[in-house]
Every structure is written in C-alpha cells, then in structure tokens.
C-alpha cells in the first residue's frame, strides 16, 4: 500500500472525530497524475450535495501537460464513492455546526486509488499552541536521551 498525497496540516487543525475510506472517480490520466505523486490536498474539503459526496479543492496537474484536453480543469470536484450509510452520517456531519469533512491522504488498495476522508472537529488558537508546546517538549525528551 503507497502513500500517494497526505493532508499535513489536517492533525494540527483540526480534531479527527471519525474515519471513512472512499474512492474516488477519476480519469486515467488523473490516476497517473496521482500516482507520480503530483496530487495536492492542502486545502481540500468534502461537500455533501444531494446523496453524493464530492472532493471539493484538490489540485491534481495533467500527467503530460502537452497532451492534456483543452478544457481540463485540474481542481474540479471529484465525486466519491461511498455506501448509503456512510453518506448518511457525512450529511449528517456536515449539518452540524463546527463539524467538516476533510481529507486525509490517497492511497492504493490493490489497483484503486482510496481516499481517506475524517469527520472532524476545528481546533482554537489555545489548542493548537498546545500542541506546539507539546511537540516541542517531546522533542526536548527525545534529545536528551
């Protein structure tokens, strides 16, 4: 299983409160693009429309620029594939106030490409410096011993 692209700054802003793996429905030479390692997540997020879910931001450039269609766009939303329940509870997420979806990394499962998607919760101000003075005094740990 490789790693393809991962969401840094997800874990630092906000809290994961749920998990889900979905695919993703992409054209074959997206699927390239993204195995090369060329897909960005920064800034990304799940939109809920109807009974689908859509990934909205990410920026996956042509796998050969030269060659791409002339109307390809490289940040249009994405539709994921989910079952009925698990749209249900992402709808139900994205309804309650203070709660996004975002997602995680991409990553492959045999021969298809999974998104990691999480429910999650935004962090304040206090607790992300919480979380610096706590990585930092891990680190101080660390190189003493």
């Known amino acids: 299983m490789a790693r ?5 700054k997800v874990h630092f802003d906000y809290d994961i409160l749920g998990q889900f793996s979905a695919g993703i429905e992409l054209s074959g030479t997206e699927v390239k693009s993204v195995r090369a390692g060329k897909m960005n997540l920064r800034g990304t997020f799940v939109a809920v429309r109807g009974n689908e879910a859509y ?5 996956i450039p042509p796998y050969q620029p ?8 490289p940040t249009r939303a994405r539709k994921l594939l989910l079952g009925k329940k698990e749209l249900l509870e992402l709808a ?5 106030k203070g709660l996004t979806i975002v997602p995680l990394s991409v990553y492959n499962k045999g021969r298809f490409l999974k ?7 935004g962090k304040k101000k206090f607790d992300k410096r919480q979380a610096i003075k706590k990585r930092d005094v891990e680190r101080e740990i660390k190189r003493t011993l």
């Open 4 to 8: 393809y692209a991962d969401n840094p």
């Open 55 to 59: 990934l909205v931001g990410a920026e």
């Open 66 to 73: 030269k060659n791409a269609p002339t109307d390809y766009d």
């Open 92 to 96: 139900d997420a994205e309804g309650t």
């Open 115 to 121: 998104l990691d998607i999480a429910i999650a919760r």
